[in-house]
């Protein structure tokens, strides 16, 4: 029998993700960024509570400004955007790819119950809907 394809965020999203606290250091996030190989990650207090969201994009500009003035980069909690948006678990996935046909992001953090879980990116949910479509 084959594999059954994934029908929800649950099933596609990973688990141990990278991320960050407000405390963390802009140049400490781009190093985790380049190593993790995503454009952005959420920011968790100290329970783990999403608090934020941060993305290449959005640090940018101020390394760059930071190196011309020789200043240390700042803190992420300076930076980050507070309006996050965030997907259930049980959220179905093809519901999910019709939200990121717009002008959405490109990484969703996966809350449940206030606590981050996971999160799941668009090349996740692209990748299951074409194992729902070709399985």
């Keep these: ?17 990278y991320r960050v606290t ?6 400490t996030l781009a190093k985790g960024l380049a190593l993790h190989r995503l454009p952005g990650v959420p920011v968790v ?3 783990d509570h999403l608090i934020g969201f941060i993305s ?3 640090v940018m500009g101020k390394v760059l400004e930071s190196s011309y003035l020789n200043d240390e980069p700042p803190l ?21 790819a019709q939200e990121m046909l717009g002008a959405k ?11 981050l879980v996971g999160i799941v990116t668009r ?9 729902m479509r070709y399985s």
């Design 45 to 47: 207090d100290e329970r």
């Design 105 to 115: 992001p490109k990484v969703y953090p996966v809350v449940e119950q206030g606590r």
């Design 76 to 96: 992420v909690s300076e930076l980050m955007r507070n309006e996050v948006l965030s997907v259930p678990p049980n959220k179905s996935i093809t519901d999910l």
């Design 123 to 131: 090349r996740d949910v692209l990748s299951a809907v074409l194992r």
């Design 56 to 58: 290449e994009q959005d």
């Design 22 to 27: 407000g405390k963390t250091s802009v140049a």
């Design 1 to 17: 029998m084959p594999n059954k394809a994934p029908t929800t965020v649950r099933e596609i999203m990973s688990r141990d993700c």
